[in-house]
T-cell receptor, first 115, second 110 residues
Framework: DAGITQSPRHKVTETGTPVTLRCHQTENHRYMYWYRQDPGHGLRLIHYSYGVKDTDKGEVSDGYSVSRSKTEDFLLTLESATSSQTSVYFC??????????????FGPGTRLTVL | DAKTTQPPSMDCAEGRAANLPCNHSTISGNEYVYWYRQIHSQGPQYIIHGLKNNETNEMASLIITEDRKSSTLILPHATLRDTAVYYCIVRAQGAQKLVFGQGTRLTINP
């Protein structure tokens, strides 16, 4: 399994509070991704990073921000959590999305509940 | 990305081969077929991918039809631990996101 850890694994918070999720990798891969998974929607890309300090939006980026100050860490921040952001969040990594053998490997997930 | 169609559920007996079909009739020439699976509450796990040739690795085989409009994932000797949701994904080289559909819920029965 790819060396990916996510923290925390479970979190319960209240509406309006800020929340930061962390993804840490030991593979030195260039690309990192944040997805969310909700019933009936599959996994949807929130943000991704293609290098230190290089990030871009995915399809459901509203209400989320990201930061990547080191190759190994990719942080997802909910500035003011809402109940619609209750979900399971998965981090993924890949070496280089431009080559044919590129594959995304996923972390164990963080279950976030916003009350 | 091209859309994929998979049966919502399948059953297979332990020890038998599990054959999971996927239809991707609108696939483009630069799009690859990827298979992932997700065991309950875990992160998606990469299985295999291919462009047009059949592929095999330690987990599974991928058979892609000559016209590339469909493919089959084969788990040669299914075990109870293969019970999971299997996702067939079509992705262009260089595309950032993986588009997960509803997948096939495969149940391996003892």
């Amino acid at each position: 399994d790819a060396g990916i850890t996510q923290s925390p694994r479970h979190k319960v918070t209240e509406t309006g509070t800020p929340v930061t999720l962390r993804c840490h990798q030991t593979e030195n891969h260039r690309y990192m991704y944040w997805y969310r998974q909700d019933p009936g929607h599959g996994l949807r890309l929130i943000h991704y990073s293609y290098g230190v300090k290089d990030t871009d939006k995915g399809e459901v980026s509203d209400g989320y921000s990201v930061s990547r100050s080191k190759t190994e860490d990719f942080l997802l921040t909910l500035e003011s959590a809402t109940s619609s952001q209750t979900s399971v969040y998965f981090c993924a990594i890949s070496e280089d999305s431009k080559i044919s053998t590129d594959t995304q490997y996923f972390g164990p997930g963080t279950r976030l509940t916003v009350l | 990305d091209a859309k994929t169609t998979q049966p919502p559920s399948m059953d297979c007996a332990e020890g038998r081969a599990a054959n999971l079909p996927c239809n991707h009739s609108t696939i483009s020439g630069n799009e690859y077929v990827y298979w992932y699976r997700q065991i309950h509450s875990q992160g998606p796990q990469y299985i295999i991918h291919g462009l047009k040739n059949n592929e095999t690795n330690e987990m599974a085989s991928l058979i892609i039809t000559e016209d590339r409009k469909s493919s089959t994932l084969i788990l040669p000797h299914a075990t109870l631990r293969d019970t999971a949701v299997y996702y067939c994904i079509v992705r262009a080289q260089g595309a950032q996101k993986l588009v997960f559909g509803q997948g096939t819920r495969l149940t391996i029965n003892p």
